[in-house]
């Protein structure tokens, strides 16, 4: 039997009482019914978790050297979703590392304009997950 892709990173929140999971941005019931979903279910779910995420994250960020970044996931053990859209990947490594981080260049990154320069990334990870949640939340409800 084929392994079903699944855009978990192993850090649910749902269990903690969130609706919608701070790691993979699925909601309680997409997280429980995934193995029934048929494929093109599960891939609607996951473009729309990549659609959602590229534009929050595409606000403060741009990607200089996608391998770069890879290299860096990779050597710090981040895990990402490899088949998405290496502005995801953003994200994760945020998630998994803001304060550590000293330099953008150093992963591929630079940021879309200056003033996004002096922001604290820590802060920038919490506001960009924030929208994705959000976004995420509206348009789940309006699924429904």
């Not at 029934?36 to 891939?43: D, K, L, N």
């Not at 970044?69 to 895990?79: A, C, D, S, T, Y």
């Not at 992963?107 to 996004?116: D, P």
Request: hydrophobic share 30%; aromatic share 8%; proline share 2%.
């Amino acid at each position: 039997m084929a392994r079903i892709e699944s855009p978990c990173l192993g850090v649910c929140s749902t269990t903690q009482g969130d609706q919608i999971c701070r790691g993979c941005k699925r909601d309680s019931e997409e997280i429980l019914n995934w193995g029934a979903y048929t494929p093109e279910q599960r891939s609607e779910i996951m473009l729309r978790t990549e659609r959602l995420t590229v534009s929050s994250v595409g606000e403060y960020f741009q990607l200089i050297d996608k391998d770069q970044l890879e290299q860096q996931l990779i050597r710090h053990r981040i895990r990402y979703t490899k088949r998405f859209d290496p502005l995801c990947w953003v994200v994760d490594l945020l998630r998994a590392g803001a304060r550590n981080i000293q330099r953008l260049d150093a992963y591929g990154l630079s940021f879309c304009n200056s003033e996004h320069s002096e922001a604290d990334l820590e802060q920038l990870y919490q506001t960009i997950n924030k929208q994705i949640l959000q976004n995420t939340d509206r348009l789940i409800r309006e699924r429904y």
